[in-house]
Nanobody, 117 residues
Framework: QVQLVESGGGLVQAGGSLRLSCVAS????????VGWFRQAPGKEREFVAR???????VYADSVKGRFTISRDNAKNTVYLQMNSLKSEDTAVYYC???????????WGQGTQVTVSS
């Protein structure tokens, strides 16, 4: 079973930036859509952004204009650039891939993002 690995989280002040990375070690990501999700304490996991195999992108309204998802197929990596961070962005961030064409899978352990106000 393929598992993706997230990294790049940390503690940052409001207004700051972080870049998260999502890597798959045993499967090529380039033919698949990859998504970023997040889960804040006491809340359900929510969609943040996705990037298709063609590079098309979709964002949640809450992050539109602040976050950018991108992919580097040569590095088999998908990134989430997060700018103008807010305290409400505090969460564990996960990535997943649509290997089957119908559902997200390959969930990793996540990476913690904490934004201090």
């Amino acid at each position: 079973q393929v598992q993706l690995v997230e990294s790049g989280g940390g503690l940052v002040q409001a207004g700051g930036s972080l870049r998260l990375s999502c890597v798959a070690s045993r499967r090529t990501l380039s033919p698949y859509a990859v998504g970023w999700f997040r889960q804040a304490p006491g809340k359900e996991r929510e969609f943040v952004a996705r990037i298709g195999w063609t590079g098309n992108t979709v964002y949640a309204d809450s992050v539109k204009g602040r976050f950018t998802i991108s992919r580097d197929n040569a590095k088999n990596t998908v990134y989430l650039q997060m700018n103008s961070l807010k305290s409400e962005d505090t969460a564990v961030y996960y990535c997943a891939a649509d290997f089957s064409g119908s559902s997200w899978s390959g969930w990793g352990q996540g990476t913690q993002v904490t934004v201090s106000s």
